[in-house]
């Protein structure tokens, strides 16, 4: 049974497109009802509506606390228009059906996201007649249609053109999105006042409401189905959310490896760009113009380079994007906080790539980062605080008797900004604030060293090297004597480290021990 939509009650927080959506709705002889603000906007918009305390005959009370809690509402969104006894009983009581409910709730993650927000605040924003209206409608489905989002809007209006009406396929649709709203929203409540009454680092029940924004082409492999799904949680600058201006749709792959190049990027001082492959840096380069470090990044492994995907801190700008069109460059995708005009049109029209690239402006970096890293296993799910922000630079130590020059004291910090990217066993080689040569996810340390060396090739003379983790012996020192490395930059901690200490005496080398590690598996 389809019962044909008399009236419509309407009261949301978000009002995006809802004018032209209660206009649609008038155009069709249906009646609406609202609350508050609602009704205010849409009388502003020229939209006839009837007031519900008029309807009710009782008054907004509390500041708008008590609202739309009142029989008179929810009989005529319970009734079943298929029994005569609830026929009845609307009609003895002078029950208009609402055969159409449009609600959405009170902002109340996007309050508690603002800095300094206090309890009492954030209670305010907790909706109570909302969730019992959606709910009630979304229990009714077999006769009440639910709009809980806006994006539903256009898919209601044309069955009402079409029939007067709503199908009962697409009422259960409404239904399981609502209900899914109504739970999202009360675990954001819990979880805030789960944060405020016992603040502690790991909640004892962790809830995860993520909304799927698009269907990917597939995963790692092509006989793997992949989604990616955001976080409403997360504000600041990100892949989910970024707009893409240009190019293919971002496969599983490539939005890993961009998340780590703007990871890398949004971590390197001044202008900083990276180049990552296979969730690796394969180039990073920090100068005091962004075309400049494009070109020190490029230059870090050209052949890995190729098809790779890159990340910056900064704008780009047309001296940047003219250097990415040089013929023989290609790359997959291409991450900023904006591209100027002029980069866009050169991006997309000088290269043989052209239309291809995935140029994706994700916003201006803020201070906002997660605050926890997920992965899930067999099982269940590991989590554990980001690794972000500086190293305390108060508690590093040179600890060779040769002490490290004023000038290769930024080349290791920058080296140690890298390093922390790579896959351990990680060593990152650095020259001129960029890198030069990597050796990644080795099983020995010694042999990610050699990689790296390899990698620098006639660059490594003079060179910096930064390790993720301890030198369990002093062979990698060694090789990095031999290699013509200029200092090196390590956590420390190891059993061995007098002798790591002694080796790079012997060889003349400064070693600075940080006393933090930055494994990354």
Not at 20 to 45: M, N, P, Q, V, W
Not at 190 to 208: G, I, K, N, R, V
Not at 335 to 353: G, Q, R
Not at 490 to 515: W, Y
Request: glycine share 8%.
């Amino acid at each position: 049974m389809n019962p044909p939509i008399k009236n419509a009650l309407i009261s949301v927080s978000d009002k995006l497109g809802l004018a032209d959506f209660a206009r649609g709705l008038s155009s069709y002889g249906i009646t609406i009802y609202s609350t508050g603000g609602t009704r205010k906007h849409l009388e502003a918009e020229g939209i006839a509506v009837r007031d519900v305390s008029e309807y009710t005959g009782f008054p907004e009370m509390m500041d708008g606390r008590l609202k739309t809690l009142h029989p008179r509402i929810f009989g005529g969104i319970l009734c079943r228009h298929d029994r005569e006894d609830d026929m009845r009983a609307i009609d003895h009581h002078r029950i208009e059906p609402f055969a159409l409910v449009v609600v959405n709730l009170y902002p109340f993650e996007a309050t508690i996201a603002k800095p300094g927000v206090e309890m009492p605040e954030a209670i305010e924003q907790i909706d109570i007649g909302g969730p019992s209206l959606v709910r009630a409608a979304a229990k009714n489905h077999a006769f009440t249609a639910i709009a809980s989002r806006p994006e539903q809007y256009a898919e209601i209006l044309s069955q009402i053109e079409a029939e007067g009406s709503t199908t009962f396929e697409l009422r259960q649709k409404l239904a399981a999105e609502a209900f899914a709203h109504t739970a999202a929203y009360d675990r954001a409540i819990s979880d805030y006042f789960a944060s405020q009454l016992a603040p502690e680092a790991f909640p004892a029940t962790m809830h995860l409401s993520l909304k799927r924004e698009e269907i990917l082409r597939y995963g790692e492999n092509p006989h793997q189905q992949a989604a990616v799904y955001s976080n409403p949680r997360e504000v600041g600058a990100n892949l989910v959310t970024a707009r893409k201006l240009n190019g293919k749709e971002l496969s599983y792959n490539n939005l890993l490896d961009l998340d780590s190049a703007l990871a890398i990027a949004r971590g390197l001082p001044d202008c900083g760009v990276s180049v990552v492959k296979h969730n690796n840096p394969c180039g990073a380069a920090s100068s005091d113009n962004v075309a400049d470090a494009c070109r020190k990044a490029m230059e870090g492994d050209p052949v890995s380079a190729f098809g790779s995907v890159l990340g910056f801190n900064q704008p780009i700008d047309a001296a940047t994007a003219e250097y990415l069109s040089t013929p023989g460059l290609f790359v997959e995708a291409i991450a900023a906080p904006s591209f100027s005009a002029e980069a866009v049109e050169i991006l997309t029209t000088k290269p043989k790539w052209k239309s291809n690239v995935r140029l994706m402006q994700v916003g201006e970096f803020t201070d906002s980062r997660p605050e926890w890293q997920t992965r899930w296993i067999e099982g269940g799910l590991l989590v554990q605080g980001t690794d972000f922000g500086d190293d305390p630079e108060a508690e590093w130590t040179v600890v060779t008797e040769t002490k490290v020059a004023p000038e290769l004291l930024a080349e290791l910090k920058f080296a140690w900004a890298v390093c922390r990217y790579v896959k351990s066993n990680a060593i990152v080689l650095c020259k001129d604030r960029a890198l030069v040569g990597a050796g990644a996810g080795q099983m020995s340390r010694v042999d990610s060293v050699e990689i790296a060396i390899k990698k620098a090739a006639e660059r490594g003379p003079g060179s910096v090297l930064a390790s993720d983790a301890f030198f369990p012996f002093p062979d990698s020192i060694h090789e990095a004597a031999k290699a013509g490395v200029a200092a090196l930059i390590q956590p420390g901690g190891s059993k061995r480290d007098q002798e790591v200490i002694d080796a790079c005496n012997e060889h003349g080398l400064p070693m600075i021990f940080t006393s933090r590690r930055h494994f990354r598996h």
